[in-house]
Every structure is written in C-alpha cells, then in structure tokens.
C-alpha cells in the first residue's frame, strides 16, 4: 500500500510521509536522561509529540544502557478518582514493558498492586529494583488526567525522586503532553507556583516540539513526488508555509485533502492549495473543532480578544494565560508582538466567533449581486447599515467577548457573503486599534478586490477618521489599489443613536486614493 499523508495519530514511516522525528525534538535531550533529570515536554495538540518521543524511547534502547519505555495515560482522560486512574495507569506501564523490553526486564504485574497505598510509586520501585538497567519512563497524554489523579501521580512520581538515593526508582522520567507543569499543578487542584522543589523543573523553552521549517515542508512534500511523480511547485509550498507556519498537522492536511479529498492527479500549484484550506475549515476536522473550544475559556479570550479588536488591552497580560495560548499553539511563537499563529487560524478563530451571529443574518442580505455577478458593494453596505441598525446594540451587549464584538460581527457579515464565491484576508494587529481586511470575489466575470478598513470610535477617544485614512492609505498601497471602505464602528457611550448610523462621505487620502467612509 502506498504511503500517505498522515492526519490522525502518531507517524509510522512504513505508511506516511515522515521527517526525521528526532530532528524535531532539543538536541540535548538524550542528555537530560544522562543527567538522571526529570522533565517535561509539551507543545501543541497534534505537532508531532507523540512520533518524536516513540522514536526517542526506540533511540535510547537501542543505545543498550537503558530500559526506556513509552506508555500512554489516555485511557485515564475523564476519570475523576485518583485510585481507578492509578490503576490504569499501572497497567498502561506494565503492557508496554512487555511489548517493548526484552523477556525478563518487563514489569510487575499490575494486578499484584491492588490496593496498595502508593500504588504507581510502589510498583516502579519494586520494578527498578529487579532491573540490571536503569528505568527511563516516557509516559504521554498526562493532560488526559485532573484533580486528584494528576496530584495522585505527580507526588508519588516526586516522592520516589525524592528518595532515589536509598530506594529504587526510574532514573528518568518524561511527562509529556500540551501543558507546562505550571498547568499541571493548577489542573491537579494546587497553586500554579510549582516552586524550585519540583523535580519536573525543566524550561518550557528548551523542552518542546519544534514545527516544520519551509524547507522540511518541501522535503516531506518531495516524498510524496518521488513515489507518486505528482509534483508541489514552489510556490504551492510557499503558500503551504504562509498558511501554517508549518504546524505539522496543517502541513499533512492541506495536501492530504487535495490528493485524496478533491482527489487531484495533476501537478499541486496554489489554487490546489487554497481550496484545500477552505475544505480543511469548512470540515470542522477534530484538530480545529478541539482548538476552537478553548474561545470559551476566560483565559483565552483575555489574551485573544485585545488582538481580535486591534485594541492595547485595558488590563496587564497575565503571563500564565499567554504561556497557556502558546502552549495551545494559539499564539505565533516567540515574545515579540503578539499574534495569532498561523493564517488558517487567523481566519478559523473569527469564523467560529462570528458563527454565534450568522443564523440572525439569514435572509437579510439579498440582492447585492450586479447583473455580471460582481458585488455591489454600496448596496451590500446598505443591507448591513440597515441589519446594524436593528440587532447591533442587542449584539455588542450580549457578545462574550465584547471588546471585539463589533470587528466579529462585521467579519460574519462578510464571511456569509464570500461563501458564495471569495475568500477574506485577515490582518489583526495588537495595539494598532485597526482591522485590516481583503475580500477578493471570484463570482464574477473578473476578479474584485475590496479593501476595507474597521476601526471602532470608543468613549474618551478623538474621531478615529484621520488616523483610518492614514493606515488604509499604506494598506491600499501594499495592496497596489487605488480606492477602499474605511468602517468606523460608534462605540461610544453616547454615541450617535442607533436609527441615524450609517452615514456614508466620500474622502481622498494622501496619497490620491478614493475611499467610502462608513459611519456605524
């Protein structure tokens, strides 16, 4: 059977395309297990943990001075009392010793351990004991546990850490999943200040899964060309890199979805690629379904929403909830600007706020089609003025993340006319009180690109019209066009009434271009 793009669980490089799994892990990791270390690792839901750790435990006993196992805590997930989940995870580790170490190094069994009082702890230390080797134990999905189970198994992982230098324990030890231990500790019910007691005292930078590079986008894409003949051009690869910032699961969906989905034969250039994206978004894939459930979260929206609005958030970022967005691989890497990671998320995490508010909007905007199938985009604008008029001071009241209501609901606005022939660009930016956008229509005998502009006018603030002609004059000019929309939302305590917005002028800006100025 050929290989394939993989999408749904760990690599095997005899059935998908794969990268060096261990290129994607620190460098000096094997160290830490020298050291006799314990840590952590984490990073993002479906980023290659899972592969890379498998091929790390393989690595360190074929090196021969370990017996290192891999085990998964998933079966655990949900389960709300600490003895039921130490019991799984005991017997996780006992099946994998058996399938992974030779015959005579494989684990107690689990069953001898029931009702013990320590039960994980006294059964890795009865093991350790009997081994000629020193144990190193791998164990993924810790964030399958809460409360009780996850105290239950990281003080009785500690205390036998504590007591290695008389009693028997594993030399090293890795917990790995998509939270640093600060969220660990939270989640088992304690302060998030681990303290430096902790034996999983390891830096969240340097333990992590690193993402594709643009080059290793090409490399794994090349595989498939090779035993296929089906080429990516460079340009289909540019595009790939643009979208994901080479998020692995991304990188292996998008080109899964026009190989076996839109089930394409030819050579893969941009357009492929593109429609692959709104297939991969339109498809609610489990990937970003479980992403997109963290927009509830208060943390999340603390640290999103200012970046949504374009707004200086009116409160001190705390910096757990940023280290918890960029675990979730919400956020783009780094501690430069704040922004989100990648442009399908850029345009994922919009379209599911705004889904809140696309069903009032049904049958509202009709008509705003010209005879030759282009937008008549001052007839759209009316359509929305008069939706605006009715149902926007209900919406920003009610909306869950208000500060950036008004740039949420316009968005579902023009998401549900694009979804006839178009697509949005998106550009959010913290602290630059704007929100760029680019509707590019494809219904039409010619292709239409629409640049806009949204601003919001909020109490204490000057008349933001000066400064929007500015910014949109240097977005129309990358954008090489000669005319835009610049939207000024009334958010206002004492704003113009609701029944008189939508005032409509005309306006030039420095540099000679035209643009429609909306007043909201």
């Not at 019991?87 to 351990?113: H, K, T």
């Not at 009785?156 to 600060?182: E, K, V, W």
């Not at 705390?318 to 979730?328: E, G, H, M, T």
Request: charged share 25%; hydrophobic share 40%; proline share 6%.
């Amino acid at each position: 059977m050929p290989r394939h793009f993989n999408t749904a669980g760990p690599n095997d490089a005899a059935k998908h395309y794969t990268l060096p799994p261990l290129g994607r892990i620190p460098a000096d990791l094997k160290s830490l297990v020298e050291s006799e270390n314990y840590f952590v690792l984490h990073a993002p839901r479906q980023s290659g943990k899972t592969t890379s750790m498998k091929a790390f435990a393989a690595m360190l006993r074929a090196d021969g001075r370990w017996a290192a196992i891999y085990a998964t805590l998933e079966e655990a997930r949900g389960i709300a009392e600490a003895d039921p989940a130490l019991r799984i995870a005991v017997d996780a580790v006992e099946a994998a010793s058996r399938a992974q170490l030779p015959a005579g190094e494989e684990a107690p069994r689990a069953s001898d351990y029931e009702g013990a009082p320590r039960r994980l702890g006294s059964f890795l230390c009865d093991w350790c004991r009997r081994l000629r080797r020193p144990l190193v134990l791998i164990l993924d999905e810790i964030d399958s546990l809460e409360g009780a189970p996850l105290m239950a198994v990281l003080s009785q992982l500690r205390a036998g850490y504590l007591t290695r230098d008389h009693t028997p324990f594993p030399a090293s030890i890795c917990l790995f999943g998509m939270r640093n231990i600060r969220d660990y500790k939270a989640a088992s019910g304690g302060s998030p200040n681990i303290g430096t007691s902790s034996p999983f005292n390891v830096s969240r930078e340097a333990v992590t899964v690193a993402f594709f590079s643009r080059e290793e986008i090409a490399e794994l894409y090349a595989q498939h060309t090779v035993e296929s003949g089906q080429r990516f051009s460079d340009a289909a690869v540019d595009r790939v890199w643009q979208l994901t910032r080479g998020q692995p699961f991304l990188v292996n969906a998008l080109a899964d979805f026009v190989v076996r989905k839109q089930k394409w034969t030819g050579p893969i250039d941009v357009a492929h690629i593109d429609a692959a994206k709104e297939q991969l978004i339109l498809a609610r894939v489990t990937h970003i379904d479980s992403l997109m459930a963290r927009l509830r979260e208060d943390r999340v929206r603390r640290v999103l929403e200012p970046i949504l609005a374009g707004e200086t958030p009116s409160h001190e970022y705390d910096r757990d909830d940023l280290d918890y967005c960029r675990d979730l691989g919400l956020l783009a890497p780094g501690e430069g600007n704040l922004d989100i990671a990648n442009e399908i998320y850029r345009e994922v995490i919009p379209r599911e706020l705004a889904c809140t508010w696309q069903p009032n909007m049904h049958g509202v905007f009709t008509d705003w089609r010209k005879a030759d199938g282009h937008i008549d985009w001052p007839v759209l604008m009316r359509q929305f003025v008069q939706f605006w008029r009715e149902n926007g001071e209900w919406m920003v009241r009610r909306a869950h993340w208000p500060e950036a209501a008004h740039q949420i609901v316009f968005m579902a606005f023009l998401q549900k006319v694009v979804n006839g022939g178009g697509s949005i660009a998106r550009e959010f930016g913290l602290g630059r009180k704007r929100l760029d956008l680019l509707v590019e229509w494809t219904g039409g005998p010619t292709p239409q690109r629409l640049a806009l502009e949204v601003k919001v006018w909020r109490t204490k603030r000057p008349d933001p019209l000066a400064d929007g002609l500015v910014q949109l004059d240097g977005y129309l000019g990358r954008l090489g066009l000669d005319e835009g929309t610049l939207v000024l939302f009334d958010a206002r305590r004492r704003g113009v009434p609701w029944e008189q917005r939508g005032e409509v002028s005309a306006a030039v800006t420095e540099g000679g271009r035209k643009v429609e100025v909306w007043r909201l």
